[in-house]
Each structure stands twice: as structure tokens, then as C-alpha cells.
């Protein structure tokens, strides 16, 4: 209740109305069941005079009267179950846009500390099937809480009708519930396993599927295939508990309270059979009314064994959220130098991976930072490009902390080109273009130029249109690296920081990658983490960078 509650949030009003609309059913069904009853009692006495309402007060009227009155009840109930299921469709989809929205921007303004400690697939997995469920918690509580009401309206109706046995029903219905509570605690305990274990395997899926070119590759596919089979049959053991508990639970349930009421009648019967006079609407009111009950205790069934994933989806926003990454408060336009000072840095509680870095880049440099592997270089690219922050001391922008400068201003100023440059889904020209729509096409034909890529586009099919990225065509890894260059030349950066762009290029390429930052030289300030002497050639300045500690080495 609580969980679904906050996944409808502020569209509480809705509910309020969608539960009102409810009442209005429930009194609509109660007086259509009432005449039910009364016509088929005046047909079985083969009378033409209906007498409806509750047995002390009721009230004749011919047959065709009576059948009026309850065709104008259909009708109404007809009306009003088009809002009503309008209204709990449109808290079911506000509902998911809230959420996915919310998570969506949660996940993109994380800081990179906190985003390197999720598992794998925990954003597809909480956008996709968490979000799925946190939908279908809200619309078990809207059926559930619309249930209610009518199973209140109904027994309501059944109090007036015949107020002795409509109470001893209700007793019944307590002492059922009071004898299932421990199964219902059961219940509660259970629901959460099976999500636990459904994490797993999708996280151990999204790794799967990453690998799974080495999987061939390595020929492991029957160990991986075993550990997820392992993972499948835990998660469906726990499920099938819950399944057999959730079909027995209402059943034994509804059995129970009707065992209880045909007792109680029995009871009545030979104590006072007076009593039992005039029972049929009553009759036809409680199996509605259980009916009801059945569908509220079915739904509230459902709703409790997703309610873990509401769990899941609200503890894993308050993470993010709380993990936001600092804005910053300056936006600058331009910078003369950018330097280090007693720059450290340590992912989470390990060693410190960078101590102490003092130096200064002037503009229009290019500096080299070459070292061994795992000596720190990507991480000093990361502080430079201000997607981590320092554990202690400054990157500095002329005198102003990194830090301090908004990260869009930052982000206009600065590119980067990884190592291993990944396409989208989309064409040539979105591949560029990377989501920022305020370049003209000429302007991502200019950059393909300097990234000497232009021709090889002209060659493809579509040209810029062509369409790339997962599920379509790909690229050598020569041509992305040089898209890639593109992609952080289109918006005319001051400074370009590059992760080893040519490690992995055939000599083709290398050289075009070469030339593009030969041609940048003196006019782009250029921090180029490489280790082949031919790249390093165009460097005004290299660093080497060891075990965190950074010296220069020599001036080219
Ligand atoms: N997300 C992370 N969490 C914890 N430790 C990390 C993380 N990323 C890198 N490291 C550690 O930080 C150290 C420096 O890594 P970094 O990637 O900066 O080195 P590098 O010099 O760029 O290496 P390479 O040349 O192999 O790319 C390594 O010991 C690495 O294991």
C-alpha cells in the first residue's frame, strides 16, 4: 500500500477520484443485485409485483417498473466504468513516465565514483523490468483500493437488507482473516527472494552478453550457460513458492468464510428460522461482495510480490540522487592555462592512484603522458576532464578550482576521444553529432575533414546517412577512432584530451589520426596519453606517469 502509494505520488487526486467513482459503482451494483433478487423472487411465486428493497421496508412496484429501474442501473454502470478505467490507466502511465524520467536524469547526473560501483545492466534493469512492475504495483492498488470500496458499498447494502446475518458474515470473514495472517506473514518473507535472485541473473546476463564474443572465443559457453542455468532454477523455485501460496491463500479464504456462514445460517435456523426470511438479496449481495474481497486480496497478492522492486527502484534513486555530481556555479568561455597542484586522487577506499601532481599546460600545448599500465593516466584525464574530483588538491583553470566551473561550460571547452570510441544507433552524422543539435551539417562535414574521415563517409552507402552503431553497420576501429576525433572537433574545443587513440590503429590511420593533430598544434591545447613514438612526435612536452607519481621527461 505504502509502495504503491508513493509510485502514484502526485496524482493522489486522481485516486481520490477514481475511488469516488467507485462508491457511485457500488451503490449502482448494490440496488441492480437488489432488483435481481426481488424480480426473480416475484418470478418464482409467478407474481407480477416486484418487492424491492431491504425485507422491513420494502417497497412494491410492477415488473416492468423493476426492469426499468435496473436497466437505468446498467446504464449508469456502464457511463461510469469508462472514466473509471480511464483513470486508472492514466495513473498507470503517469505513474512510469515519473519514474523512468526521474531515474533516467538520477543516473545521468551520478557522479562516475558512484556510477563505477553499480552492477552491470542496473540501469536497463531499472528503467526496463523494475519500472514494468512498479506500474503494475499501481494498478494492483487502484483494483484493489476500487474493490474495497465496492466490497464496503456492497456489504453496506447487505447490513441494510438483513443486519443480523450480514454481521455474522462480516465476523467470519475476521476470523478468517485472523486464522491466514501467518500465512500471509509467510507470504511477505517469500516475495522478496525471487527479485533478489531475478538482479542476478539480469546483471550476470548484461555481462554475458558484453562478453560474449570472448565466450565463443574461449569456447566457455556450457560454464556460462550453467551459471545462469543455477541462477534461473533458484529464481523459479522461489517464484513457484509464491505462486502455490498465492492461489491457496484466497481460496482458503473464501472456502473458510462461506464454511463459517453456512454454519452461522444453520445455527440461526434452528434457533430462530424467522430470522432467514427473505434472505435471497442478501444472498446474492455477499457472493458480490466476496467476489470483491477475492479480487482485492488477489491484487493486494500481486502488488506485494512486486513491492520489492518499488523498494528496489525508491533505495537506488535516494543512492543516485544522493550521488549527484556537482554542477559547478562558474561558466567560463575561455582559459589561459590549466595546471595540477598536489593533485591526488583514490577510487573509493583503495590505494591512492595519483600523489601529488603539480603542472601547469599552457595553451595551444601538447603534452604526452606516457608510463606504464595501471600507472594512473586515464584517471588524470578523468580529473582533467572534471568527471571525477579530486580526493585532494586542484585542477585549475587559470586560478579557478575545476571544480567551481560549470560542467557545461567545462564540457563546451573541453572533448575527449577514449580509447575505444563507441557509435550509436543512428547515422553517420548523429554519430557526430552526439546529441548536440546546435551544429549544421556543414559543420559536422568541416570536422569529418579535420579528422581526415570525410572521404571514407562518401564512400558508405548513405554517405552521412548511413546508419551505424549497434544492430547496424559498424565501423574498422581505424574509422571510429577517426569519427571519434570528429565527434570532439565539431565543437571546436580549447582543450582535447586523447586516451591512447592510436594503440590499436593500423599505420593507415595512425598517420591521418597523426596528421589531424599535427594540423591542431599551437591552435588546440592537447593532452595525448599514447605510447607509440610516432604519435608522441607532434608533443611539445612528455610526462611520464608511474605508480601515480608524474615527472617530465624530456622536450620534443
Ligand atoms: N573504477 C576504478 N575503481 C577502482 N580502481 C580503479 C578504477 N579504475 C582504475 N582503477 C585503478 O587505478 C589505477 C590506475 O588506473 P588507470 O586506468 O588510471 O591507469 P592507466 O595508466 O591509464 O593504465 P592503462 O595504460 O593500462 O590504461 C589502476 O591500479 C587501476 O586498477
Not at 418 to 439: C, E, H, M, Y
Not at 526 to 551: N, Q, S, Y
Amino acid at each position: 500500500m505504502r509502495n504503491g502509494l508513493s509510485v502514484i505520488g502526485p496524482d493522489k487526486p486522481l485516486l481520490a477520484i477514481a475511488l469516488a467513482l467507485a462508491v457511485v459503482l457500488g451503490l449502482l451494483e448494490t440496488l441492480l443485485l437488489y432488483i435481481v433478487a426481488a424480480v426473480a423472487i416475484a418470478m418464482s411465486s409467478g407474481g407480477l409485483l416486484v418487492r424491492l428493497g431491504p425485507h422491513a421496508h420494502a417497497i412494491e412496484m410492477p415488473m416492468d417498473r423493476a426492469c426499468q429501474l435496473g436497466l437505468a442501473a446498467v446504464g449508469g454502470l456502464i457511463v461510469i466504468s469508462f472514466p473509471l478505467a480511464k483513470l486508472m490507466a492514466a495513473l498507470s502511465w503517469r505513474a512510469m513516465i515519473r519514474l523512468r524520467t526521474r531515474i533516467l536524469e538520477a543516473y545521468l547526473g551520478a557522479s562516475l565514483q558512484y556510477r563505477d560501483s553499480l552492477r552491470e545492466g542496473s540501469l536497463q534493469q531499472l528503467i526496463g523490468d523494475y519500472c514494468l512492475r512498479a506500474e503494475n504495483v499501481v494498478q494492483q492498488l487502484t483494483l484493489a483500493l476500487v474493490n474495497l470500496v465496492m466490497f464496503v458499498i456492497i456489504v453496506a447494502g447487505a447490513i441494510v437488507s438483513s443486519p443480523e446475518v450480514a454481521l455474522l458474515l462480516i465476523a467470519s470473514l475476521a476470523i478468517c482473516t485472523v486464522l491466514l495472517s501467518p500465512v500471509g506473514r509467510w507470504l511477505r518473507e517469500d516475495a522478496t527472494k525471487p527479485t533478489l535472485t531475478n538482479r542476478e541473473i539480469v546483471s550476470r546476463v548484461a555481462q554475458a552478453a558484453r562478453v560474449s564474443t570472448e565466450i565463443a572465443a574461449y569456447h566457455v559457453e556450457r560454464p556460462v550457460a550453467d551459471m545462469l542455468n543455477a541462477d534461473i532454477r533458484s529464481a523459479a523455485r522461489a517464484m513457484g513458492r509464491l505462486r502455490f501460496e498465492g492461489r491457496l491463500v484466497p481460496n482458503l479464504f473464501q472456502y473458510g468464510t462461506i464454511g463459517f456462514v453456512l454454519i452461522l445460517v444453520s445455527i440461526v435456523a434452528s434457533i430462530e428460522p424467522s430470522y432467514l426470511a427473505g434472505l435471497a438479496p442478501l444472498a446474492l449481495l455477499l457472493v458480490r461482495a466476496l467476489a470483491s474481497l477475492r479480487q482485492v486480496q488477489r491484487a493486494t497478492h500481486v502488488a506485494r510480490e512486486i513491492a520489492p522492486f518499488v523498494q528496489a527502484i525508491e533505495a537506488d534513486l535516494d543512492a543516485l540522487e544522493t550521488h549527484s555530481w556537482p554542477a559547478g556555479e562558474i561558466d567560463i568561455d575561455r582559459f589561459d592555462t590549466l595546471g595540477v597542484r598536489n593533485l591526488c586522487y583514490q577510487y573509493g577506499a583503495e590505494e591512492t592512484v595519483l600523489k601529488g601532481l603539480h603542472f601547469v599546460i599552457r595553451p595551444g600545448e601538447v603534452i604526452g603522458i606516457v608510463g606504464p599500465s595501471g600507472g594512473g593516466k586515464s584517471t588524470l584525464s578523468a580529473l582533467l576532464l572534471r568527471l571525477r574530483l579530486p580526493t585532494a588538491g586542484q585542477v585549475l583553470v587559470g586560478d579557478v578550482p575545476l571544480e567551481a566551473v560549470s560542467a557545461q561550460s567545462w564540457s563546451r571547452l573541453s572533448a575527449f576521444v577514449p580509447q575505444d570510441s563507441k557509435l550509436v544507433f543512428g547515422t553517420v552524422r548523429a554519430n557526430i553529432r552526439f546529441f548536440r543539435p546546435g551544429f549544421s551539417d556543414d559543420d559536422v562535414e568541416a570536422a569529418a575533414r579535420a579528422a581526415h574521415i570525410h572521404d571514407e563517409i562518401m564512400r558508405l552507402p548513405q554517405g552521412y546517412d548511413t546508419q551505424l552503431g549497434p544492430g547496424s553497420r559498424d565501423l574498422s576501429g581505424g574509422q571510429r577512432q577517426r569519427l571519434s576525433i570528429a565527434r570532439a572537433l565539431l565543437g571546436k574545443p580549447e582543450l582535447i584530451v586523447m586516451d591512447e587513440p592510436t594503440s590499436a590503429l593500423d599505420s593507415r590511420s595512425e598517420k591521418l589520426v597523426t596528421q589531424t593533430l599535427q594540423e591542431l598544434r599551437g591552435r588546440t591545447t592537447i593532452v595525448l596519453i599514447a605510447h607509440r613514438p610516432t604519435t608522441l612526435e607532434v608533443c611539445d612536452r612528455i610526462f611520464e606517469m608511474d605508480a601515480g607519481v608524474l615527472t617530465e621527461r624530456l622536450a620534443c
